[in-house]
């Protein structure tokens, strides 16, 4: 009688043995990596900002002094800092409720009625833009919306442009020409974020069961009734996870306001400006650490609006 | 414990900081077949966007240095990189090159090994903005004044004083200047209102619109808070500048022979002068790293750099004014004594160059507001504060 003879094991055999043996062993290999990208470079870097945020930058040599102070948030709360808190807060809710009510009906209409070949194309007409770079749609932008620009010839040549004068002379958000006012840095803002907002609500919109639209019928609702109780609340959860992405992009964009607009500073570009040209990295980081506290109460407000729920 | 670690740190920052100026280039030796450059958009030609204008490809072949140019749109773009490291040289100007000095960025040059440095022009041997202590940490490569330029068909004269961007008025046409002036998005712009002051508020006492007292700088922010209303934009890119002066209807700003020139030369109406003010103007230092990978070749383009040939072509190129006055009249290039007046350098007396400005100045140690400060207000009045 032989004995039974068994091929000699490889290595990848005898690693498979070791990790069927001792499945932590696995567990801590495929983890190590993600778990030192999140801990070193991402948390690191936070942490690294963290700090220098609680640094001050000495008046009069113009150097950082590495001493815990807190005198630099407090120069957040000068007039001309917290005007531009408050400027860039402004511009990122008014971004998303205009994106919200723009995306919406294109988001409905995509989720339910379009089918087929004119779905392809609608999601086409969504992602478009999104494959070009962002600097080119700004810059054209710019182009488009100048006080000798495509806007003005149109409204000039259809008798419209009383309309265009008058939006311009509105206070505050009017200005010289659309692309120094307050009004063309939002346009721009909402064309180039709109896709973010249209893709979560119509993934959102297409999940509402059409079962439960026509037990609504059944149950003699009208439409506005089945939109208000039965498609809205559904697809809430979608509306604001787009708007987490119009609301953060706008909060933190330094291009597009360097481009459109009237030069005046968000919170995006004063951090670049201030770690750039100045060399002041404490107050940059100060200011760097307001866009991350309001998007932690805004995601606290989403997640009890049930936004990750379906996560 | 704590002490001790950071004595730890503090000893070996100086040993970091120390050990470049010990590895000081004293001979230049043979290339190192390559060069890294931070530059300003077209100052590093090689006949890629017009054949005639090419001063890299000759130093390639003399020298075997192959040139790698990186081009930065900001002098914060410049130190930025600079402090990355890993390139040989910078084309600084004054608002960067000390603030290179004081981060050790860069290192002190050898005049000795550059035999062309005597065909230098005096005025710019020793300029403030890149002589420290008697050291000298770069070679001048151009320089040029911040222009006024307007539109021709506005101005059919040219305008006498900057009143024209700075003060609430009515241009020649009749109609107001609101809107369709310009200013410069950096704050060393402060600069120029301060230049303004110096000669309409002579009792403020200005003698140097880059060391500014508190009254002096306030007086100065108070001027820029009242432009505000007349600016609808500010500008820090040329290209853009070009693009309102065609597209938004603005006629008057500061601005540089580059933008002036590129629009003459689309046949666009404008033309530019030096007010009876004076004006800021700039100055460009080639400037080498203290960790530079490729001193040799550094050098040997330094050397390169002063030659008539370059010098000409390049001021024509750019708008600017040659570092080697010969290089304006000896044909050695495409510029001519007509082209440098031209680009302004027979305002050399009227400007005022950029320098960073710091805290210690003449009126005394901590007497001036120094360059954060610039950086903060200036970003509030143009935020509408």
Known sequence: ?311 | MQTMKLMGTGLLALALATTPLLAQVTAVGDGEGELNIVAWPGYMERGESDPAYDWITKFETETGCKVNAKTAGTSDEMVTLMNQGGFDLVTASGDASLRLIAGKKVQEINTGLIPSWAKLDDRLKDGAWFTVDGKHYGVPYQWGPNVLMYNTDVFKEAPKSWSVVFEDGNLPDGKTNAGRVQAYAGPIYLADAALYLMAHKPDLGITNPYELTPPQYAAALDLLRGQRKLVSRYWSDAAVQTDDFKNEGIVASTSWPYQVNLLQGEKFPVASTVPEEGATGWSDTSMIATDAPHPNCAYKWLEHTLNSNLQSDLSSWFGSVPVVPAACSDKSGVQTAEGCKANGSETFDKIHFWTTPIADCKAGAGACVPYAQWVTDYMAVVGGN
């Open chain 1, 1 to 311: 009688m032989t004995p039974a003879s068994f091929p000699a094991r490889g290595l990848a055999d005898r690693l498979t043995t070791l990790f069927w043996r001792h499945p932590r062993i696995l567990l801590v290999l495929l983890l190590t990596p993600p778990l030192l990208w999140l801990g070193v470079v991402y948390l690191g870097s936070l942490a690294a900002l963290l700090l220098q945020s609680f640094y001050a930058l000495d008046s009069f040599s113009g150097l950082i002094v590495p001493e815990f102070t807190l005198k630099t948030y407090a120069q957040l709360f000068t007039q001309s800092n917290l005007s531009i808190i408050l400027r860039t807060l402004l511009m990122a809710s008014a971004v998303t409720a205009a994106s919200t009510i723009i995306a919406f009906p294109i988001a409905y209409y995509a989720a339910r009625y379009a089918k087929g070949r004119l779905k392809a194309a609608f999601y086409l007409g969504v992602m478009l833009p999104l494959w070009s770079s962002y600097l080119v749609k700004v810059y054209a932008f710019k182009l488009i919306l100048a006080k000798e620009g495509i806007v003005t010839w149109v409204a000039t040549s259809t008798h419209t442009d009383w309309l265009l004068t008058a939006a311009l002379s509105l206070p505050y958000v009017g200005g010289n020409s659309l692309a120094t006012s307050y009004l063309g840095t939002f346009t721009v803002f909402c064309y180039v974020w709109l896709p973010y907002m249209i893709l979560p609500m119509q993934a959102a919109l297409e999940r509402v069961p059409t079962t439960m639209l026509e037990a609504a019928a059944d149950l003699g609702a009208t439409a506005r009734q089945t939109f208000w109780t039965v498609t809205m609340p559904l697809a809430l959860p979608g509306i604001i996870a787009g708007s987490i992405f119009t609301f953060s992009l706008t909060l933190g964009d330094y291009i597009i306001p360097q481009i459109i607009g009237n030069s005046a500073s968000y919170i995006g570009m004063a951090v670049y400006q201030l770690q750039g040209t100045a060399g002041n990295i404490p107050l940059a980081a100060a200011f760097a650490v307001v866009p991350i506290l309001i998007m932690l109460v805004y995601l606290t407000l989403a997640r009890k609006a049930g936004a990750f729920d379906a996560l």
